[in-house]
């Protein structure tokens, strides 16, 4: 029986053109000039207000009137979403920074926020009636599109490069999905995965290549604000690839600002990517609005290992209207980063995460960053997944060791 979730989705509307399109059939990027479609709402129709989340469930479904599903039936769900905001003493001291923050999304379901967009996505295709999904992924993303495909009943195909972390294969193969390592990076499993999307019935859930991946990733921006007591930060640090958990934040936060549960102020959004791959850095310091490809892309941080953006002056957009910047670290940095955050905090970020942390610190350094502010760090992973980026050259005790009688 259907039972509606209230959901005030109306339409969809091209990020650059403006066009619009019917919400209740598939639509993939705009047909007019190829960019990226947003769900909109009515939200003069919501009849939510923030004093009615506190009963509601702890996953990101608890703002179900502002996201696209339309049926309860529908919605595919693992528990992701409301992960802590765990405040960071120890690393705010060290910095001389007021008030650190750390959104832990390494604490999703597959271990990555990834499960936000591809909760959302699954259950819009499922409600759409797709059979099967698909698409390319740097790792993260393709773990967590097999495990919702699984719990939706869909068929999932998933094409990834072949040095994408080992734990991402096995977590696509061991949910079922049809899995495939290519020679190159995450473009060029895109290629193939439009490319055989007809052949094999696929709906291609490319992030921001179809509508509500960012609707799921958006809602990292109501918990922040709701976990804040509706003030936003001063300051966001966001591992950026494909950009989609920062524009949708920004894209949170106008709707917040429309239903007049927050004010005009944003955070400064901050982009960080690695040294090695930073095609968003390099154009916000040229100053250009697309970000051309970014040739011989290479770090250990896989999901950072996105040479070319669809989103890219979503992202370039964000970042200079909220006065924020684009920094890149290294893997040094990152590495050193992940050990301090584990260290100082308890929370073992993947490579990502460590970067935010990287990223401070220079911000830090230059001036960016002031003393009163408050900033949220985004660990958009479980370090967990990545058990060789910090090695652990542990000391071996032999059998016939003289310590087993002396003591270490
Ligand atoms: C752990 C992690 N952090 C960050 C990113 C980049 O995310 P986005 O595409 O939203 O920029 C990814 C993407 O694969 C990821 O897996």
Redesign the pocket.
Known sequence: MATSTGSTLTHLECTYCGQTYDADVPHRLCTECEKVLYPRYDLTKVTLGPDDLASRESTMWRYRELLPIRDHENIVSLGEGFTPLLTAPKLAASLGIADVRIKDEGQNPTG???ARGMSAAVSRARELGAAAVAAP?????GGALAAYAARAGLAAGVVMPVDCPRINQVEAVVSGADTWLVEGLIDDAGKLVKTSSAARGWFDVS?LKEPYRVEG?KTLGYELAEQLGWELPDVVI?????????VGMWKAFAELEALGWIGAKRPRMVVVQAEGCAPIVRAHDTGERHAPRWEDATTD????R?PV?VGDYLILDAVRASGGTAVSVSEEEMRAATREMATAEGVYP?P??AATLAALRRLRSSGAVHDADRVVLFN??AGQKYPDFVPADLPLIPADSPLWDTGL
């Open positions: 990555s926020f990834k992924s740097a790792g993260n993303a992030t990733k966001y591992p950026t690839g494909g950009g989609t958990g920062l941080a896989s999901g950072l996105v953006a993947a990502e995460g958009t992973g």
